[in-house]
């Protein structure tokens, strides 16, 4: 029988015992959409709407209006109903067609709920159906053609 000498003892190498965590260190975050103030949008786009609203919206009438403004880089606008009344909240997701509308075009449109409290309306399937004379329209494609 052979009696092997025991291991030498090492030193701890534990971070608690050897004094790491001790040390306050950096964490590295990745960049969250929440950080600096940045809010989801409540509006429902295309893409968020759901299927039953989207089913409402396109068994409903359609209507007419005029385009009041739109902004391609905010992604929004409004339209005037020819009847009157309030005007009608326009996003970029709804807008059916190739050309990017501007103020004075007439559009054909359905209505939809804006949740949480469905009491604002905004348009859906707009289409234009006329383009404002004498302005330039542009594509989605970015060319520009004048009307």
């Excluded at 971070?15 to 103030?37: E, K, V």
């Excluded at 997701?93 to 949480?116: L, Q």
Aim: with cysteine; net charge positive.
């Amino acid at each position: 029988m052979s009696s092997e000498p025991p291991p030498p003892s090492q030193p701890p190498t534990h971070q608690a015992s050897i004094g790491l965590l001790d040390t306050p260190r950096a964490r590295d975050r990745s960049p969250s959409p929440l950080r600096g103030n940045v809010v989801p949008s409540p509006l429902p786009t295309r893409r968020t709407r759901t299927f039953s609203a989207t089913v409402r919206a396109s068994q409903g009438p359609v209507y007419k209006g005029v385009c009041k403004c739109f902004c391609r880089s905010k992604g929004h606008g409004f339209i005037t109903p020819a009847d009157g009344g309030p005007d009608i909240f326009l996003h970029i997701s709804d807008v059916e067609g190739e050309y990017v509308p501007v103020e004075g075009d007439e559009v054909t449109y359905k209505m939809c709920s804006i949740p949480p409290k469905n009491e604002k309306l905004q348009a859906v399937e707009v289409v234009i159906t006329h383009l404002a004379p004498g302005t330039k329209h542009e594509t989605w494609s970015g060319h520009v053609v004048s009307s």
